[in-house]
Nanobody
């Protein structure tokens, strides 16, 4: 089994910053891509950012230039640095790791951007 544990969500004012973290453990041999998704109330879950073990990153257009995904030493931890946060970034953020044909998800962490 694979476990993904997230932390770092919370309430922040517009324009503020937050950093999310996710640690993968268990049967993670073959771990390549790690990523972040989010789901706002009444909306479908959407991709936010992904990073490969080689450091190749991908972002949804709405967060480019504001969010940075990084993964120190290509290890089992991934971070999402979020800056210039907007109310529309409010959502539950999920860590994701596809391994051997299965998708693994964290429990989710709430990010609320509000004044």
């Amino acid at each position: 089994q694979v476990q993904l544990v997230e932390s770092g969500g919370g309430l922040v004012q517009p324009g503020g910053s937050l950093r999310l973290s996710c640690a993968a453990s268990g049967r993670i041999f073959g771990l390549n891509v790690m990523g972040w998704y989010r789901q706002a109330p009444g909306k479908q879950r959407e991709l936010v950012a992904t990073i490969t073990v080689g450091g190749i990153t991908r972002y949804v257009d709405s967060v480019k230039g504001r969010f940075t995904i990084f993964r120190p030493n290509a290890g089992n931890r991934v971070y999402l640095q979020m800056s210039s946060l907007k109310p529309e970034d409010t959502a539950v953020y999920y860590c994701n790791a596809p391994i051997d044909g299965s998708d693994y998800w964290g429990q989710g962490t709430q990010v609320t951007v509000s004044s």
